[in-house]
C-alpha cells in the first residue's frame, strides 16, 4: 500500500518539482562538433529543452576547456563569459587564443524566467584546423631529378 502510495506520488509530483530545462542541439559554427574549424572566434548555438508552458531562457553562461573531464566538474579555462542576462541563443568565442589542431570542449548552461538554472547540462566539442599555412609541417615528396630529363625517346 504505501509502496503505490508513492508511486503515485512521485508520478503527479514530477511536474513540479522544478527540472529544469536543459540546452540541446549544440553547435559550434552551425555544426555539430565539427572537425577542422579555422576561425578564430567560432560561434556557439544552442536550443532550449523545456516543454514547460510560457518557458523561455532568460540568461546563459558559456564555458570552454581542453580538458572534458574538468568541463564536466564546471572549469572553465579557455572562456567563462559568466552568465549573461540576454534570451539569444548564439555567442561569438571571445575567449583565449585558440591553438591549431586542438580539441574543445565547451558547454552552455541556461536560466529559466523564474531564474531556475539548467541542471543537466551537455557537453559539445569542436577541433581547430591549420588556421594559417605556416603551421604546415609538411615536406614535399620528389624525386631529385631534373625536370626537363627524359629518360626515354617518345615514338
Do not use: C, H
Not at 33 to 60: E, H, I, S, V
Not at 95 to 101: A, R
Not at 144 to 155: D, E, S
Amino acid at each position: 500500500m504505501i509502496s503505490k502510495l508513492l508511486k503515485a506520488t512521485l508520478l503527479f509530483s514530477m511536474p513540479f518539482l522544478g527540472f529544469a530545462q536543459t540546452a540541446t542541439k549544440l553547435k559550434t559554427e552551425y555544426l555539430v562538433n565539427p572537425l577542422g574549424l579555422d576561425n578564430p572566434n567560432p560561434r556557439f548555438t544552442w536550443q532550449m529543452d523545456d516543454n514547460r508552458a510560457g518557458a523561455k531562457q532568460t540568461a546563459f553562461r558559456i564555458l570552454v576547456n581542453t580538458d572534458s573531464v574538468a568541463l564536466a566538474q564546471g572549469k572553465a579555462v579557455q572562456l567563462n563569459t559568466g552568465w549573461l542576462a540576454t534570451s539569444e541563443n548564439l555567442k561569438t568565442y571571445s575567449g583565449q587564443l585558440l591553438k591549431p589542431f586542438t580539441k574543445y570542449f565547451w558547454r552552455v548552461e541556461i536560466a529559466d524566467k523564474n531564474n531556475v538554472k539548467s541542471t543537466r547540462v551537455k557537453i559539445a566539442s569542436f577541433e581547430m584546423g591549420m588556421m594559417d599555412s605556416k603551421n604546415w609541417q609538411g615536406a614535399w615528396i620528389s624525386d631529385n631529378q631534373n625536370i626537363n630529363l627524359k629518360p626515354a625517346p617518345y615514338f
